[in-house]
């Protein structure tokens, strides 16, 4: 077989490999592509030895005595257990309605995938329940792009632009660790004299290589936004003319930040009135400057808030929609921009189409086929959905595709009881991941180089993903699956699992949205290494860079939206006295189901540990490598210590690829997105008892 151009499985990078069958592997190397430009991480490196891991799953499993999930799974053929599933969800509907029957749904699904389970809930299922994996990771600054911007687009300029900034402010981001390819940009960057800040509570590969790092407590970075802005507003740093020019809702901002004078935002935060002065004469005067966030100011109870603190201050500098210059935030997973623009999401249709917009309904309808009044209302969001599992106003049957949520869900036990709570839990997956070992049908999947689709990276690019391998004899693609239960379900007509026919058909359901499709077909993307959208025709250029000229808002300005710093929803005391956040390690990815599976990347990092600093550490009597235990208000988890200095002697850190970390965290929800508060909850630290571990 000859060599296939494809792109690597992980990050929303989608860094551009080529797979070359050998007598007996599978070669991958780094291609070209505009994107990483020959660079790779160590997860991408390693992609191809999922393709035939023994621990690959190749056919259906059911439980061997139905109903009971104790008793053990079993092989099965597809009619056995697409019959199983078909049944359960007919007695379901039949029983507790239409929205009884749901899917959960992951960033990882191709753009087909994810338009056609939206579309299969809404037109096979008739089901308002439906909510993906991505509400987990990029909905606050979403929230806040749309309400300030008209559209939510991660970066909306091209990731090259980076290399060209003067300032850069990156706030809860550590792309050295979680998408090191990305570096080169920064790197490039400073090679020309450009100054990077670092907003992290640790003291990070990135931050390490930054001009300036602020540490302030987790859950303060809004205060710490706001009080840049007032030194802006102070300074007479602000671009006057730009906010006169091209936004709205400026004097309700000015007057709210008046109180977040530097030593109170010094007090609130931990980082100094200097530290904030000389970061915000930098990004005013040391332009072009941006501004880039991430989960760690994002992942809060006032996540939307915090990244609209961010996005104000941008558009007061008059940074936004100027060369190499601007706001952005940094999409995680592979398909995290793709995955939330074509009805994933309970609120959604293709093309960032709101359900409850009549004109939305009445064209994605017509694409369909079916009758506006058949489409049902907005559905619950994902933890709200979880929540409610197993009740009788919730979801008694679910699918899960390309998510593992008991290990990524925060309040995980309480998540695992719900699943418990079912009818039935059907998981479409590649290995039996920590989720779909609790379910009662598990249906092998096809992997990233055995499928046709495209992806939407972090930029906004869309790109292919050729298929270099057809998948085992009893593995199907998630289209296929689809397919097959909406015959059952006496819907089959309106769907297809040819990716091409899909994507032709979600180009048609995206025109004239935010998100238009309309005039990208495969063919451009190959020509072209992908094309931006909106690109509303053929002809159409595509859009590498949004605000130039105008925001697609009805009077075509940028609205600053007032915010204001609250604590978070669980501040440390006396019985749980200090701060835990969460994020990523260089080698793992989401929730780990593959990256724990590849040999070499369990080698450098074969467990958890959690960062504490060594003053902590000799207050509880804990060194380097001990086993601890933290607690929180939901439960208990054990990890391995690493001692670091450049984590605050206040904050603990823990990775969330395994399970442990999301047992502590807190489910509060922004009111706003409905994002929990994964980044900052309060727990206690001590020796782990012997032979104790995790619940």
Known sequence: ??????????????????????????????????????????????????????????????????????????????????????????????????????????????????????????????????????????SSAATASNRSFGVDRGLPFPVADIAEARTVLLVGANPADAMPPSMQYLDAGRAQGARHIVVDPRRTTTAAGSHLHLQPLPGTDLALANGMLHIALREGLVDEEYIRERTTGFDAVRAATASYWPDRVERMTGVSAADLRRTVHMLATEKPSMILTARGAEQHSNGTDTAQAYLNLALALGLVGRPYSGYGTITGQGNGQGGREHGQKADQLPGYRRIDDPAARAHVAGVWGIDPDELP?????????????????????????????????????????????????????????ETAAMADVVLPTAQFAEEEGTMTNLEGRVIRRRRAFPPPPDVRTDLELFKSLAERLGRGQFFSDDPRTVFDELRRASAGGIADYAGITYERIDAEEGVFWPCPAEDHPGTPRLFADTFPTADGRARFVRVEHRDPTEVPDREYPYVLTTGRNMQQYQSGNQTRRVAALTVALPEPRAELHPDLARRHGIADSDMVELRSRRGRAVFRARLNPGIRPDTIFAPFHWVGANLLTNPSLDPHSKMPAFKACAVAIAPAPEHEGTT
Request: charged content about 25%; hydrophobic content about 40%; some cysteine.
């Open 377 to 433: 209302k907005p559905g619950r969001s994902a933890y709200e959905m979880l929540d409610r599992l197993g009740t009788d106003e919730g979801v008694r049957v679910l699918l899960v595709l390309a998510s593992n949520i008991v290990v990524s869900a925060p309040n995980a036990n309480r998540v695992m009881n719900r699943l418990r709570a079912l009818d039935l839990l059907v998981v479409s997956d590649i290995f039996l991941s």
């Open 1 to 138: 077989m000859p060599a296939t151009e494809t792109h690597c499985p992980y990050c929303a990078l989608q860094c551009g490999i080529r797979l070359t069958p050998e007598k007996a592997s599978i070669r991958l190397e780094p291609t070209d592509f505009t994107v990483n430009k020959g660079g790779l991480c160590a997860k991408g490196w390693t992609a191809a030895e999922l393709l035939d891991h023994r621990d690959r799953l190749l056919t259906p499993l059911v439980r061997k005595d139905a109903g009971d999930r104790t008793s053990p799974l079993r092989e099965a053929s597809w009619d056995e257990a697409l019959d199983r599933i078909v049944t359960a969800i007919k007695e379901s509907q039949q029983r507790y309605g239409p929205d009884s029957v749901g899917a959960f749904g992951g960033g990882g699904l191709t753009n087909e995938k994810a338009y056609t389970l939206g579309k299969f809930v809404r037109v096979a299922l008739r089901s308002a329940s439906i909510d993906y994996n991505g509400r987990f990771c990029m």
